[in-house]
């Protein structure tokens, strides 16, 4: 905020200043959300092995809890990007695969390993996972 105030009195490059650093904020939160998505895939296998989870499925299940999420839902996002294309994709894919692992997890706790295996390695889950880092990492590659 203090070097923002320095910078009142220059026509035009506060504005500049503050969207160029939100717009590497933007790009610094996808890359942290990729790394974490993979946090999640080696807990979740953890899960499968081990029959117990380290969060609450219903925690799990909803795509604002994390911090990814708070920050993809919060004020974080400069409005121009949540209003685009990657945003939606990546949101959309968030809850789904938010869903998904809670299902994982779900198997995992229930004992039923080879299901939970099977949607993980094979099914929804890696199908969503794959789109899901994808899709984030394209629009990583698009902000500046």
């Not at 219903?58 to 400069?78: E, M, S």
């Not at 294309?85 to 229930?110: G, S």
């Not at 949607?119 to 899901?132: C, H, P, R, V």
């Amino acid at each position: 905020a203090g070097f923002a105030f320095l910078l009142t009195g220059v026509k035009g490059l506060k504005k500049t200043f503050l969207e160029g650093f939100k717009m590497s904020n933007v790009k610094e939160e996808i890359q942290k959300a990729i790394g974490a998505h993979g946090v999640w895939k080696m807990r979740l296998a953890s899960a499968i092995q081990t029959g117990k989870v380290d969060a609450e499925v219903d925690t799990i299940r909803v795509d604002n809890k994390c911090a990814f999420g708070q920050w993809l839902y919060g004020p974080g996002v400069p409005p121009a990007e949540k209003t685009g294309d990657h945003f939606k994709k990546v949101r959309d894919l968030r809850a789904e695969f938010h869903k998904t692992a809670a299902r994982v997890a779900e198997l995992a706790i229930a004992g039923k390993k080879d299901d939970a295996k099977r949607l993980m390695d094979t099914g929804a889950y890696k199908e969503i996972s794959t789109n899901l880092t994808a899709a984030m990492m394209n629009w990583s590659n698009t902000v500046k």
